[in-house]
């Protein structure tokens, strides 16, 4: 008997009784009753991104609370769905809204719906509950900025595609809420323009994004032509009976897209630059929700990777390699933004590693994605309160001490600390022991990865605790006056600090049961006892946070030591990835447009210069390009005849 | 009379007027008859109410043409003779003319967006930088000529895609083209390029269709017969010799690949388009676009669709080159115009994927296509027209940019029409790309699909470019500014964005419409 069904079975929860559930036996039923008013999901976010967006100024006033309402109202609507879902029996509970019919061409179609299960329906409550509260806390984060009703235009778009990303009911339509939470990230995060640092991070975001855009869009390719559907139900129907070479080849192209939108490697340096956007961004975007998209893709394609274990593997590695790199990143930087976003490339590297074991890990998989929601949008909306108070200062070696100033502050983000590091009972106890131990039981390297992370995250997240609010005050006095938030910012930290502590108990145990008729569930095996193995994994953890402790404890100084090892120095640059785009990607995209426009400018194209020097007004030697060109077009034309000719000769040959 | 001259010749056949079915051919008079009724308005009306009545005219006579032709849906036979169809592919690509002709008349119409007055010269026939020239303007007076022209054009393209005989389709050929020929000639700015453009495309123009009657005598040789039935019945029977069949269809082709800007036959239309009035060219890019590609399908799957497997390989061969070359020189220019253009002419390559796919929905996707980018491409060009500084139009690519920050509706809309060319999903331009695939697959031309794919994913990057420039660097210190236009222009470019959307959105009817009349009487 472990420490976790201990305590779930002390609760009276449900055991697991939904192991093993075929899902594709399950498919959703036409909406009625309450799922037909889902489409107000979508509808709610729309209407308040385009009154505000496109009324302009005339909405300055009334705009940031009516989008405030527009997400606590789409909140409302998810929670009667949810009760709604509840009253049904575990395998009517997938439900089907057909809105139109956008192609039918030749035997394809491409219906738009939507679909929600019990998967999309954790997905609802994350994104319009912490949206919610976080549209709340950027009520009181944003007050002074100008631009104000644009920013929560561009937040309520954010949930709306957001939304339309997890309940659509095909790979087209999810593409659609893909690529519009790309654009409201791109726009969010470059939301402070006039900040060079921000335009740059949000040109960098776009770009890699498009990378791993293009995976999705071959996936989807791919899915056409093998299935002929596009939906969910017609390609996980048809996946079983495709060949595993093509199955291989759509999971890896899955994998692309899932890294380019979690920020996974090799796909992950935007992450970092991203945190240049306004805090609450950092923490609903880069943080709760879309971030995590990439671990709903691979999650929801299951039976893809059931039919392609290669690409399942690659799955594993890329989250087990992304949470050791993510975690190194975090405990070399002095931003306490930057450990944060180290941190969530970490976390999600947790996410898309059990999302790469399979039923084995599916559930912990989103199970760990819902309680990091919640303790890491309450970190960011911590770190963003300490900003708030100290005139955007980011830098970790001029805090400290701020216990004393910022008490609630304090409060909530220990909240937050404490269920990272997954000391029990708080919420990462039980989601992130859940991923290592069905780590150990699929793969052993998979496993140790993931002990050694928790180890490491132990460490930087201590790191981080240790010195922003204990030692010595290393803020100068002479702007920075730090202070409490005001209450609205106080109300949402309070609300997720309480989540932080107390959802990876509530749900532990029920997750399981809610989501093993979609994702399907295997209970893994462990080598040895849950116990013991939870016991190991606490040991690194307490080992972590006490090596950080010693070492911080005294304060650090308030420029960063420059004799250091090469770990932490390369960490420092989080661990060359930009040096790495630069040399894999861009140099060869310079060369290659470089190459191409001496091709153009040398060889095919020198008329094109030829006639745009001349616009200038030169008649004379208009006059002569005219008369030359003229000619060398009708020659061309002569030799395209020729052409045409042997072709159709040497056919009839 | 007829019959006074039959009893003096005796018993000779009796030669029998032929049934014209007049009602088929009502959009065709009333277009032809406006437009000559559109020169007598240049000839007796005053200089000053011209532009009115002309405007009234123009716009009348199109809308009722279109309604005409709306009225006549649902029709597959033969009129005038049998030599002008009324069937599902005509009229579906005369209605599209007649909207495409409606939004370019609107840019046409548009005397707001430059200080000086509308697009075109005030005088054509005064010497570039000449005294003449500088009275005239200064006289303020405005061009109107451009209507008579505009609609006889119009009137060439209506039976250009509906003539099933080669003698029609050369009438066609040559009352859309030579009006055009003038057209490209009467810009205000930039009089020489505008000039050097209409003799370029004039000399180009009347080399091609040299080659089209050529092609024609050919065929007529080899079948003895012009009409496109008769030249499939002989094909099917082996009725002449093959020599003179083989260089008839080449010949032919040629002469409609260039109207397509194929390569390579496609070096007129970077010049044109750039150097002709922006307005102009917008109605070129998509009106003959249309229609040229309306009697290649008709050509091609009426008269030698029996041939097929004897052209398909050449077509191959000019589809990826048009799609390659234009692709790959689109990527380079620095002049948003010749942008467009090289854009144009790798859409062309894309709808040839549709003439090798001769099938039904071959042939519907075609028409989808062709109305998905011809709504685009006037929507584009009319946002050209826009984008002014003290030289008139700033067609440089660097002076676009940052026009994303200065005015974000106008930047975003061109956005909108960019995304279409590039094929993104929700808009036409994805729609009609997909169904052009589809068929093509379906026909069998897999790995021509994939090069498709390929290029129109390259063809994204330069698109994405122009957004880029648009939207993600600084505007420069004295850029162009984004004129506010009278309502013509704001209509045409407004509905050009609702359609491009629509069409994305919402294609389901318009695949419809163009799938029913997707098969061609004969």
Same mark, same amino acid.
């Given at each position: ?116 299960? #019990? ?14 509260? @976080? ?84 996936? %989807? &390719? ?45 796909? #992950?340096? /935007? ?44 799955? &594993? ?11 190194? @990143? ?55 309160? %300490? ?29 937050? /600390?404490?269920?990272? &590091? ?13 991923? %290592? ?7 052993? /390297? ?14 930087? &997240? ?84 006490? @090596? ?13 030591? #420059? ?43 020198? @008329? ?16 002569? %390009? #005219? ?27 | ?150 609609? !006889? ?5 209506? *039976? ?25 000639? *009467? ?68 002469? $409609? ?41 008709? *050509? ?6 029996? $041939? ?54 071959? $042939? ?6 062709? $109305? ?88 994204? !990057? ?61």
């Amino acid at each position: 008997m472990n420490l976790t069904n201990s305590l779930t079975s002390f609760l009276g929860s449900a055991t697991i009784e939904a192991s093993n559930v075929d899902p594709t036996v399950n498919l959703p039923v036409a909406a009625s009753g309450v799922f037909s008013f889902m489409w107000l999901l979508l509808a709610l976010p729309v209407l308040g991104s385009a009154l505000l967006l496109l009324l302009g100024k005339r909405a300055d006033k009334w705009g940031p609370i009516f989008a405030v309402l527009m997400v606590c109202g789409a909140f409302v609507v998810g929670l009667f769905l949810y009760f709604a879902m509840l009253a049904e029996s575990a395998n009517d509970r997938p439900v089907n809204l057909h809105m139109w019919d956008w192609i039918l061409v030749g035997n394809f179609e491409a219906p738009i719906g939507m679909q929600l299960d #019990q998967l999309s329906m954790v997905f609802v409550l994350l994104i319009t509950g912490v949206g919610g509260l @976080i549209h709340i806390y950027s009520l009181g984060y944003m007050k002074d900025d100008p631009d104000k009703r644009k920013f929560f235009g561009y937040l309520n778009l954010f949930i709306a595609a957001m939304l339309l990303l997890v309940t659509a009911d095909s790979y087209l339509l999810l593409y659609v809420g893909w690529e519009g939470v790309g654009l409201a990230s791109y726009l969010l995060v470059g939301f402070w323009q006039y900040k060079p640092a921000a335009a740059v991070a949000a040109k960098k975001a776009f770009v890699m994004n498009r990378v791993g855009d293009v995976g999705l869009s071959i996936a %989807i &390719m791919l899915m056409f032509v093998t299935f002929g559907s596009v939906t969910f139900t017609g390609v996980f129907d048809a996946a079983p009976g495709a060949s595993e070479s093509t199955m291989t080849w759509i999971g890896f192209a899955l994998l692309l897209a899932a890294c380019g939108k979690s920020a996974q490697l090799p796909l #992950q340096a /935007w992450l970092l630059d991203a945190m240049e956007g306004p805090t609450p961004v950092s923490a609903l975007i880069h943080a709760a929700t879309m971030v995590t998209a990439g671990v709903y893709l691979i999650v929801r394609s299951g039976p893809i990777f059931d039919a392609a274990p290669a690409a399942r593997d690659a799955v &594993m590695v890329v989250g087990a390699a992304t949470l050791i790199f993510g975690a190194i @990143i975090g405990a070399a930087k002095d931003g306490i933004k930057d450990v944060l976003a180290g941190s969530t490339m970490s976390q999600v590297g947790y996410m898309i590693l059990a999302a790469g074991l399979g039923p084995v890990g599916y559930v912990f998989a989103i199970f760990h994605l819902l309680t990091h929601g919640m303790f890491k949008a309450n970190l960011f909306l911590g770190a963003g309160s %300490i900003m708030h108070s100290m005139h955007d200062q980011l830098n970790m070696r001029r805090f400290g001490a701020l216990r004393k100033v910022m008490f609630f502050t304090f409060l909530t983000f220990s909240s937050g /600390w404490l269920a990272i &590091m997954g000391v029990p009972p708080f919420s990462a106890f039980y989601s992130k022991d859940k991923i %290592i131990e069905a780590s150990f039981s699929v793969n052993f /390297w998979g496993g140790l990865a993931a002990l050694v992370g928790a180890g490491i995250t132990s460490f930087y &997240m201590t790191r981080l605790w240790t010195m922003t609010f204990t030692g010595k005050a290393r803020w100068t006095e002479d702007n920075q006056h730090p202070h409490e938030s005001p209450k609205v910012m106080l109300f949402p930290m309070a609300v997720l600090g309480l989540a932080s502590l107390a959802a990876g108990f509530l749900l532990a145990g029920a997750i399981e049961t809610w989501l093993a008729p979609v994702t399907g569930f295997e209970e893994g095996h462990l080598p040895i006892s849950s116990l013991a193995m939870e016991s190991i994994s606490l040991t690194f953890v307490l080992v972590g946070g006490a @090596i950080a402790y010693l070492q911080y404890r005294r304060g650090v100084p308030i420029t960063p030591p #420059q004799h250091v090892s090469a770990l932490t120095v390369a960490a420092r640059d989080e661990l060359y990835g930009d040096a790495f785009n630069e040399a894999v990607f861009m140099r060869p995209g310079q060369w290659l447009t470089r190459s191409l426009v001496f091709v153009d400018s040398k060889a095919i194209d020198g @008329i094109v210069n030829g006639t745009s020097a001349a616009v200038g007004g030169l008649s004379g030697r208009l006059r002569r %390009i #005219q008369t030359g060109f003229a000619r060398s077009y009708a020659l061309s034309m002569l030799a395209g005849a020729v052409l045409l000719i042997v072709a159709l000769i040497l056919v009839r040959m | 009379m007829t019959e006074l001259l039959t009893q003096g010749l005796g018993e000779v056949t009796r030669w029998e007027l032929p049934d014209l079915q007049y009602r088929y051919l009502l959009p065709l008079f009333v277009l032809f008859g406006m437009a000559v009724v559109s020169v007598l308005v240049e000839a007796f009306v005053p200089r000053a109410a011209r532009r009115t009545v002309q405007l009234f005219l123009v716009f009348g006579t199109l809308i009722a043409a279109f309604i005409l032709v709306a009225g006549l849906s649902g029709i597959r036979s033969l009129a005038g003779g049998g030599s002008i169809a009324v069937d599902g592919p005509a009229l579906f690509l005369q209605g599209t003319i007649l909207v495409l002709a409606i939004m370019a008349a609107l840019l046409i119409a548009e005397r707001d967006a430059d200080p000086a007055g509308d697009a075109f010269a005030a005088r054509a026939n005064a010497l570039p930088g000449s005294e003449d020239e500088r009275e005239f303007t200064r006289r303020g007076w405005l061009t109107t000529e451009v209507w008579p022209l505009f609609l !006889f054009s119009v009137t060439g393209m209506l *039976i250009f895609v509906s003539g099933t005989d080669l003698l029609i389709l050369f009438v066609g050929l040559e009352v859309m083209s030579l009006p055009l020929y003038l057209m490209a000639g *009467i810009a205000r700015r930039r009089r020489l390029l505008s000039q050097e453009a209409a003799m370029k495309y004039f000399l180009l123009g009347a080399f091609s269709s040299g080659f089209f009657i050529y092609g024609a005598a050919m065929l007529y040789g080899f079948a003895g017969t012009v009409d496109l039935g008769g030249i499939s019945d002989a094909i099917t029977n082996q009725a002449g010799p093959n020599g003179l069949l083989l260089a008839g269809v080449v010949l032919l082709s040629v002469g $409609l690949l260039f109207k397509v800007a194929a390569v390579p036959f496609h070096q007129w239309a970077p010049d044109v388009y750039q150097g002709s009035p922006t307005p102009i060219t917008s109605f070129m890019a998509s009106c003959v676009k249309v229609a040229a590609f309306g009697a290649l399908l008709r *050509i091609m799957y009426v008269a030698l669709g029996g $041939l097929r497997w004897d052209w398909v390989p050449a077509f191959w061969i000019i589809a990826i080159l048009t799609m390659l070359v234009g692709t790959v020189l689109a990527l380079t220019q620095t002049d948003i115009k010749r942008m467009l253009a090289y854009s144009s002419i790798a859409h062309a390559g894309f709808l040839l994927i549709a003439v090798i796919a001769t099938s039904e929905a071959g $042939l519907a996707a075609a028409m989808f296509y062709l $109305l998905a980018y011809g709504v685009s491409t006037i929507g584009a060009f009319g946002v050209v027209t826009l984008v002014r500084d003290s030289t008139g139009e700033a067609t440089h690519l660097s002076s676009w940019a940052g026009l994303g920050k200065r005015s974000p509706w106008v930047a975003g809309t061109f956005a909108v029409f960019l995304l279409s060319f590039a094929g993104i999903p929700l808009t036409g331009g994805f729609i009609g790309k997909f169904a052009v695939f589809e068929a093509g697959y379906a026909s069998g031309a897999g790995w021509l699909i994939v090069v498709a794919v390929i290029l129109s994913a390259t063809a994204a !990057f330069f698109y994405g470019r122009v957004i880029v420039i648009m939207f993600f660097t600084d505007p420069q210190e004295d850029g162009p500014t984004v004129v506010v236009p009278s309502a013509f222009t704001a209509i045409a470019i407004a509905s050009g964005l609702a359609m491009t959307v629509v069409l994305g959105v919402f294609p389901q009817p318009f695949l419809d419409l163009a799938e029913k009349a997707s098969i061609f009487v004969r």
